[in-house]
């Protein structure tokens, strides 16, 4: 069961506004500025990136070649609970929560990194982050790390390509029409 093949000129009007999105490259949308850690880092210190630049996904890397990713959800499972916090009552026994300060990101963060290129579709991406239910996913050029696009990039591209006229249409990193 396959479905037929129309010639380009005859598509209807969705299957080539179809065709226009998945043309949309991730280094149109992908933010260049990317804030990151390395492995040795602390789990505070990443944290304090996080807040200060209001990201929730920050790539760990060695040399600008991605090792791993860290996300707020990592972070907040690793770092101790207030109630952890408590002070302890005398005969009980257990370690002392530990120090935040003194957590490696290494130990924290996936290493199995999903990335793509920035040639790779805006499309592709989406697919990924269904799949693999995860938020952003670092580009890649070459080994090193050049850009990284998130659910928000994604959301904007789409937005931008549905209602390119709309005065709150978002318009591509690069500069660039959708």
């Known amino acids: 069961m396959g479905g037929r093949h129309v010639p380009r000129g005859r598509?209807?009007?969705p299957e080539r506004q179809h065709r226009k999105v998945v043309d949309v490259l991730i280094e149109r949308?992908?933010?260049?500025?990317?804030?990151?850690?390395?492995?040795r880092d602390s789990i505070r210190h990443a944290r304090e990136?996080?807040?200060?630049?209001?990201?929730?996904?920050?790539?760990?890397v060695v040399d600008h070649e991605v090792v791993g990713i860290v996300t707020d959800r990592d972070?907040?499972?690793?770092?101790?609970?207030?109630f952890d916090a408590q002070?302890?009552?005398p005969g009980r026994s257990g370690e002392p929560p530990a120090d935040p300060s003194h957590i490696a990101v290494e130990t924290v963060m996936?290493?199995?990194?999903?990335t793509l290129g920035p040639q790779d579709s805006v499309v592709e991406?989406?697919?990924?982050m269904r799949r693999e239910r995860i938020g952003a996913i670092p580009v890649v050029d070459n080994g090193r790390l050049v850009g990284i696009v998130t659910r928000s990039d994604i959301l904007d591209a789409f937005t931008a390509l549905v209602e390119?006229?709309?005065?709150?249409?978002p318009a591509p990193r690069d500069g660039g029409k959708p």
């Open 11 to 13: 598509q209807s009007r």
């Open 29 to 39: 949308w992908m933010t260049r500025r990317v804030h990151v850690v390395k492995p």
């Open 49 to 60: 990136i996080m807040e200060t630049n209001r990201v929730n996904q920050l790539p760990v």
């Open 75 to 82: 972070l907040r499972d690793a770092y101790p609970s207030v």
């Open 87 to 89: 002070p302890r009552r």
């Open 110 to 114: 996936t290493s199995n990194v999903v």
């Open 125 to 128: 991406a989406a697919r990924r």
């Open 164 to 169: 390119p006229a709309h005065p709150d249409a």
